[in-house]
């Protein structure tokens, strides 16, 4: 089994709607990440958690909330999907005591907002 | 702020040739070198590292040599198969913990 999983994998959505992306690592770490890929933008970092009582916004929060229900569940929420958030949208753990600069990425989901 | 930058692709190269994907790099410190791998659709996944100056990182039979002087990074292979087509990625870990990515380059082997 992947120790990063990612829910939905694919998903369509209207313009407006609330939508949620969910994560879920088995691999025991503290830290986690959502990134969004673009076509010739590389990664960008939206959120990030250093541990369940720690959430902070990265370079491109706006439109975007998370929640880190617990250490092992950190998801992803867009409150009122708008088409440029349309993207191709990655969850990441690393271990604070190996080096955060190791993260294990999870398989994506890729949105799509009409 | 600190950033990275990459050639841009994509990059299509025949098997067993040489490959060279340059990357340089923007940062107010000394950070740690990264170049990830994206191989189609999967998430990324570390390739290999440099944490200081005149470090070299090696994996797979890839290479990257930490130049501070040119604040580089670039990433070499000898011989290129057709399973290392994928998306490259450079980055480096700054002083608040955090990776900043390149923008990636796509490289393809042709057999």
């Known amino acids: 089994d992947a120790d990063v999983t990612q829910t939905p994998r694919n998903r369509i959505t209207k313009t407006g709607k609330r939508i949620m992306l969910e994560c879920s690592q088995t691999?025991?770490?503290?830290?986690m990440y959502w990134y969004r890929q673009d076509p010739g933008l590389g990664l960008r970092l939206i959120y990030y958690?250093?541990?369940?009582?720690?959430?902070n916004k990265g370079e491109i929060s706006d439109g975007y909330s998370v929640s880190r229900q617990a250490q092992a569940k950190f998801s992803l929420s867009l409150e009122s999907a708008i088409p440029n958030q349309t993207a191709l949208y990655f969850c990441?753990?690393?271990?604070?005591?190996?080096?955060?600069?190791?993260?294990?990425f999870g398989p994506g989901t890729r949105l799509t907002v009409t | 702020g600190n950033s990275v930058t990459q050639m841009e692709g994509p990059v299509t190269l025949s098997e067993e040739a040489f490959l060279t994907i340059n990357c340089t790099y923007t940062?107010?410190?000394?950070?740690?070198l990264f170049w990830y791998v994206q191989y189609p659709g999967e998430g990324l996944q570390l390739l290999l590292k440099?944490?200081?100056?005149?470090d070299k990182g090696s994996n797979k039979g890839f290479e990257a040599t930490y130049r501070k002087e040119t604040t580089s990074f670039h990433l070499e292979k000898g011989s290129v198969q057709v399973s290392d087509s994928a998306v490259y990625f450079c980055?480096?870990?700054?002083?608040?913990?955090?990776?900043?990515f390149g923008q990636g380059t796509r490289l393809t082997i042709n057999p």
């Open positions: 980055a480096l870990f700054e002083g608040a913990q955090k990776l900043v």
């Open positions: 958690s250093f541990d369940v009582k720690d959430i």
């Open positions: 940062a107010t410190g000394y950070p740690s």
């Open positions: 990441a753990t690393s271990d604070r005591n190996r080096g955060s600069y190791e993260q294990y």
């Open positions: 691999k025991g770490h503290d830290r």
């Open positions: 440099a944490t200081k100056a005149d």
